[in-house]
């Protein structure tokens, strides 16, 4: 992705890959049960024992299948797992995207942003919590480079963000990964499961991950439930319950334990990004004061820049919708700040959206220029206006 900073993680190394370590014995442990209790036995009753009564009695709960039926439930299955071990190894490997290593992001100098922005920005990070949006406002803060701002210790309103640690300043929605010892782009979280940040340019792999492992799980369950309705019938062969019928049971619970967490955590994070927001931005939202700086004002000032309708959103993270199930990375888009339409961007420094919508560059209208309106106390009942000159 560019010119752009990046070091490798100082975890040690086998604690780094424990957990993605975990996930394929997962897999693994539930793909090799599947196919020896569901899919071997069936071809083997197909290839060897069609008609034979007695492999019947070896095999009491095991339904009937044809051969068409066999073969698609295998193939629907192996695509299946393909497309999520690879969703997975793709959120692991491909790099969420950082701060890019060029002049601009080292002394903070940016040539779009006028002195009056600076002033503009200020006032409005500093007025957030009373903020009247109006059109002019949001058209103006979706059109303007950075937005975030902190405040200090002081309660005043500090300047473009900076990261202590890489020594860059940081575009909107970067954040400091202390596991990755690196910035990232559009962070979302750190996530031990896949050894990396979930960010700009892995989030769409990390949001399919958890949707095949659903999908894996539901089809699996599909496929064992007739047979699972077969196993409470009375037991006749004890050593047959043990070595075919509870591995079964341990495989429909486990799916169904993992469809309830997963499942869970898929929902949360797609409306994460239908609302435009990562888990950090939203524990920022809910999250009324730290130390240094009230979050959920610099959060509620950010969030306008970015948030458009829900399918807008989604565009942004997945890409277009034909592409949507395919662990293929979206190409980098722009958005139009009035109209909100998505095109590709012909020259794309890498998030681009996040660091400089250069296409779109900053005209704020004149009734933004004339007034800025803001929520006075109750017993006041005027509008205050501030005129910027």
């Known amino acids: 992705m560019g010119n ?3 070091r490798e993680c100082t975890q040690h190394p086998v604690l780094k890959w424990l957990f993605p370590g975990v996930v ?46 066999i073969v698609g439930v295998a193939t629907t299955f192996h695509i299946l797992v393909f497309l999520f071990l690879l969703s997975f190894f793709r959120a692991v490997f491909t790099p969420p995207g950082t701060i890019p290593n060029t002049k601009k992001w080292h002394e903070g100098r940016f040539p779009d942003i006028h002195d009056i922005d600076k002033l503009l920005i200020k006032h ?10 109006t059109l002019d406002l949001i058209r103006y803060l979706r059109r303007h480079p950075l937005v975030e701002r902190k ?13 202590r640690t890489c020594k860059l300043y940081k575009p909107d929605r970067a954040h400091h990964c202390a596991t990755c010892e690196q910035c990232v782009l559009r962070m979302d979280h ?69 469809i309830g967490v997963l499942g869970s955590f898929l929902g949360f994070h797609v409306w994460l990004v239908a609302n435009s927001m990562t888990t950090i931005e939203y524990k920022e939202k809910y999250n009324p004061k730290d130390n240094e700086v009230r979050t959920s004002e610099r959060f509620s000032l950010a969030r306008i820049k970015h948030n458009y309708t829900p399918y807008s959103n989604l565009l942004h993270v997945l890409g277009p919708v034909y592409t949507w199930l395919l662990p293929i990375a979206p190409p980098d888009l722009l958005r139009d700040p009035d109209t909100g339409e998505i095109s590709s961007d012909p020259d794309p420094e890498p998030g681009c959206y996040y660091l400089s919508p250069r296409s779109y560059p900053i005209k704020p209208s004149p009734n933004l220029n004339e007034v800025i309106r803001v929520e006075e106390p109750r017993e006041k009942e005027e509008e205050v206006k501030m005129t910027v000159s």
């Open 124 to 133: 409005l990070v500093s007025e957030a919590a009373r903020l009247i949006l």
């Open 151 to 163: 405040k200090d210790k002081a309660g005043n309103v500090a300047e473009i963000r900076r990261c």
């Open 190 to 258: 750190h996530c031990p499961w896949i050894a990396n940040c979930v960010g700009y340019a892995n989030h769409k792999f990390f949001l399919l991950l958890l949707f095949y492992a659903n999908l894996c799980c539901l089809f699996i369950l599909a496929v064992l439930v007739p047979r699972v309705i077969r196993i409470f019938q009375p037991i006749q062969d004890p050593t047959y319950f043990l070595s075919s019928d509870l591995p079964v049971i341990a495989v429909v619970l486990a799916c169904m334990a993992l």
């Open 24 to 69: 394929l014995a997962l897999v693994g442990s539930v793909y090799s049960l599947f196919m020896y209790l569901d899919i071997i036995p069936k071809l083997e009753r197909l290839q060897l024992y069609e008609g034979d009564v007695s492999f019947h009695d070896r095999n009491p709960h095991l339904p009937p299948a044809s051969k068409a039926e």
């Open 4 to 6: 752009e900073v990046s």
